[in-house]
């Protein structure tokens, strides 16, 4: 067990520590010739007079905290009519799947002054000749960012709120509740929600702290004169002179700060709405029954983007000629799949994701099982959560001088341990709810047929759990496949991935070779979770109890 976790502790928590001490020393002037810190404050002068830094910091808390907020408010009409249709809830992780990159992509085709939405209703409902003089992609107060970040969010919070509902009689509260005469969404946000939001704290708080530290959908829907503070940082780090890493340090320390402070806020504003709603329920308002509309229109307008988002990308992308205002092109050819170099980022990033996929399952493996071997759970929590609620601006630069440090140069290496960093939280967490639930009676009778520790794994423990490792594979390649600044600090521009790739493409001429590795990059998660779904099966189609069925 002390094995177990010293490896953990140094591939997973010490790179993300190391990686910050490293910003933090680097904000007060350390330079690595000399090596020693001069503890000057000239760095932190010289970021924080910056032009545009106080409009940087409200684009940042504008956008993090609003799209944590509109989102955390959207999911609870939104679970509480899905907690019912199980099946309407499977559409989820489609949309999960689905890259921050690749999903703003299709959205600024979509909502853009040229885009599909303006087209469709051009112009024989707006009189547009040509697209209008408005700015909807990078508008100031960052309002699209805002909303490509909710349609990320939104299911996500979602989904964690159908899986603490599993675990609550909902449907008997419910039943109570609306025998008392209280109407269902009375019932569901005075009520079920309230016990259920213990367990979305922490997916909260990670929502909270990705959209405030945001890059790659900041870089293609936030503004860029100035922008927020995560791509002000990045654009300093990437610049020519090597001492603008010292305001970048600097910069990336107040962001941590500002994670910090809006964290606290969040904290404190949880205790205001509770003491709101016991003053609400003490009322006793029942309400008044009027259906789900809130959950109808969510669903509606989610819906619309995300396929719209997607029907933009699919069009740009065989498009030959498509000129303003027709509504579609005037032909589609694949002629640009064949001539656009898509199969390299391609052949990238789905090596990546195999790498710290796998590396991400052994190190959940050992985590668990050294657990099951000792009896006692690994007090190494903070490995899991540490990497999600700190920005990863804040600590890669620094974790990349790291690996120099340990003579590993920038490259393919490089990026696959800076990725395992993001991957293995998430694999963790999916795949220890179902480890830790297996039936024990089972690995109880292979050991009294004389199969040792080893064996009952092999043969008893992990054809079991063949399904939940199969799904936290494929949510490994997910996260793996949409990681932009893994890939993009450690490997110094020298690995080309899917990623990097479509971000430095959206913002140029040729949308439709932005088209192409967007939707590629969609695609490999796609592909994860379809293989996820057909492996199990095809492995246990002899065996029906493996697969849910009567024996």
């Not at 704290?201 to 990705?210: E, K, S, T, Y």
């Not at 293609?220 to 001492?243: F, M």
């Not at 190190?363 to 903070?382: Q, V, Y």
Request: glycine residues 10%; hydrophobic residues 60%; charged residues 10%.
């Amino acid at each position: 067990m002390r094995l177990a976790g010293a490896i953990l502790t140094l591939v997973i928590g010490a790179p993300v520590m190391i990686g910050a001490a490293l910003t933090l020393a680097t904000a007060f002037s350390w330079q690595p010739g000399l090596g020693r810190v001069d503890l000057g404050w000239q760095g932190f002068v010289d970021a924080f007079g910056a032009p545009g830094i106080l409009t940087s910091l409200r684009l940042t808390l504008v956008t993090g905290i609003g799209a944590t907020v509109l989102s955390l408010a959207a999911s609870i009409p939104l679970a509480r009519w899905l907690v019912t249709r199980e099946a309407a809830a499977r559409w989820l992780t489609p949309l999960l799947a689905v890259p921050h990159a690749a999903l703003a992509i299709g959205l600024a085709f979509l909502i853009a002054p040229s885009g599909w939405a303006a087209r469709l209703i051009s112009p024989w409902a707006t009189g547009w000749a040509l697209p209008p003089q408005i700015v909807t992609v990078g508008d100031p107060w960052g309002l699209s960012l805002i909303l490509g970040l909710m349609l990320k969010e939104v299911p996500f919070l979602t989904l964690m709120t159908l899986v603490a509902a599993a675990q609550r009689p909902v449907f008997e509260q419910m039943a109570a509740g609306r025998a008392l005469g209280y109407a269902p969404g009375r019932v569901w946000t005075r009520i079920v929600w309230p016990q259920l939001y213990s367990a979305l704290r922490l997916p909260v708080l990670i929502v909270l702290a990705f959209s405030l530290s945001v890059v790659d959908m900041a870089l293609i829907l936030g503004p860029s004169n100035p922008p927020t503070l995560a791509v002000r940082i990045l654009r300093l780090y990437g610049a020519p002179d090597p001492a603008q890493a010292v305001p970048a340090s600097a910069l990336a320390v107040l962001l941590l700060a500002v994670m910090a402070g809006s964290v606290v806020l969040w904290l404190a504003g949880e205790k205001a709405v509770a003491q709101l709603a016991k003053a609400l329920i003490q009322q006793g308002h029942r309400g008044v029954s009027r259906g789900n509309w809130a959950a109808a229109g969510l669903i509606g307008a989610g819906g619309a983007l995300a396929l719209g988002a997607l029907g933009a990308l699919i069009l740009w992308s065989l498009a030959s000629f498509w000129r303003f205002p027709d509504a579609l092109p005037e032909s589609v050819t694949l002629k640009r799949w064949v001539s656009a170099d898509w199969a390299g980022p391609a052949l990238t990033s789905l090596n990546l994701a195999v790498a710290s996929t796998l590396l991400a399952l052994i190190l959940a493996m050992l985590w668990l099982e050294s657990e099951d071997r000792s009896g006692k759970r690994l007090p190494l929590g903070a490995l899991i959560v540490l990497p999600l609620l700190l920005p990863q601006i804040g600590f890669l630069q620094g974790l990349t001088t790291g690996f120099l440090w340990l003579g590993l140069p920038p490259g393919a290496l490089a990026v696959t341990w800076a990725e395992l960093l993001f991957v293995f939280p998430y694999v963790m967490i999916a795949l220890a709810g179902p480890w830790r639930a297996l039936d024990r009676a089972h690995l109880a009778s292979a050991a009294s047929l004389g199969a040792g520790p080893w064996r009952r794994l092999v043969a008893v423990k992990l054809p079991m759990l063949l399904g939940p490792i199969c799904a936290a594979a494929a949510i490994g390649v997910a996260v793996s496949v949409a990681q932009y600044l893994a890939v993009l600090l450690p490997a110094a521009g020298r690995v080309q991935a899917l990623a990097t790739e479509a971000v430095a493409l959206a913002s140029g001429a040729d949308r439709r070779l932005a088209a192409i590795l967007a939707l590629m990059q969609a695609a490999l998660p796609w592909a994860g979770f379809a293989l996820a779904l057909a492996v199990p099966a095809w492995w246990h189609r002899n065996r029906r109890g493996l697969r849910g069925g009567a024996v």
